[in-house]
């Protein structure tokens, strides 16, 4: 699986990967994501405890990879590959490398995770002009989707507003992505509201809602598989009766009842990983449950 983390310079991309990494490598829920990568699993951890104390990394000068697995208990469930674009590339001539990249990255992502600084947003004309510059390649990218993605708006800075922030600013900036999500029959949204600094909150919400859905994905597929397998078992079992086996090594097929028994094995092996999904994706719908989908 591919997520795509984008949004300008300091709306906090490089500060929540820090922090989602160090929380989920911890096991919150049952679930732990694991960096392949040894050097990059040390690197967010010390990142993750600076934040704690106070301490912010810089922007991210350059995209970003980070290869990593979602486990539950002792299971495997997902791999997964996650893309951080550094800000300047939104704002860049679309000949640059890096704008083609994101553009390249976008129509490819099976998820986006799309960063506002909320605080700037609801206080300054200027983060409103920024939004408008950031949701134009996203829309644009979603429009000529033709396969399932989730999209998280993460709100960051969260903790700095005030009761008193205009809220109307955030209608006017989302709309017009809500209302190209709600037209698409590929793409489910979430927002979330984030702070990601020494006392962190909801940093898991966006790494878990792009995973889920695709453990639900992969279990829709098994599903599909295991219930077209049954359906063979029983055609062959159907014909397995004397002028079925006759009919059969007349044309040179196989034995019915051998195809009936490897389909049922072979269904037997889809359940045997289905089954391990089954759990983990109860539980995160519980989890994300109350997320408002748009």
């Not at 399932?148 to 993460?154: D, E, G, K, N």
């Not at 990601?196 to 453990?215: D, K, S």
Request: charged share 20%.
């Amino acid at each position: 699986m591919n997520i795509v983390m984008l949004g300008h310079s300091q709306a906090g991309k490089t500060t929540y990967m820090a922090l989602m990494y160090s929380t989920m490598n911890n096991g919150p829920y049952g679930f732990e994501v694991l960096c392949q990568d040894r050097a990059q699993h040390q690197q967010l951890l010390l990142a993750a405890r600076a934040v704690l104390r106070g301490d912010y990394p810089p922007p991210t000068d350059h995209r970003q990879v980070y290869e990593l697995k979602l486990r539950h208990g002792p299971s495997d469930l997902v791999d997964f590959r996650w893309r951080d674009h550094r800000g300047g590339a939104l704002t860049e001539r679309s000949t640059s490398g890096q704008s083609a990249e994101l553009r390249r990255d976008l129509l490819a992502a099976d998820a986006l995770v799309v960063f506002v600084d909320a605080y700037e947003l609801l206080t300054s004309p200027r983060g409103a002009r920024k939004v408008r510059s950031l949701m134009a390649p996203i829309t644009a990218a979603l429009a000529d989707r033709t396969t399932f993605a989730p999209l998280v708006i993460a709100l960051t800075k969260c903790d700095l507003l005030g009761d008193d922030d205009d809220v109307r600013r955030f209608n006017q900036a989302f709309d017009p992505l809500i209302n190209a999500v709600q037209q698409s029959r590929h793409v489910y949204g979430t927002l979330i509201e984030l702070a990601c600094g020494p006392q962190p909150q909801n940093v898991v919400g966006p790494v878990l809602f792009c995973l889920y859905w695709a453990i639900a994905k992969r279990a829709e597929e098994l599903n599909g598989h295991i219930e077209s397998a049954m359906r063979q078992a029983a055609a062959y079992q159907a014909q397995n009766h004397l002028v079925g086996r006759w009919r059969a090594a007349w044309r040179g097929e196989p034995h019915p009842g051998w195809s009936a028994a490897e389909m049922l094995n072979r269904a037997q092996a889809q359940y045997a990983q289905l089954q391990p999904l089954i759990e983990p994706g109860k539980r995160l719908e519980n989890l994300l449950g109350e997320l408002p989908l748009f």
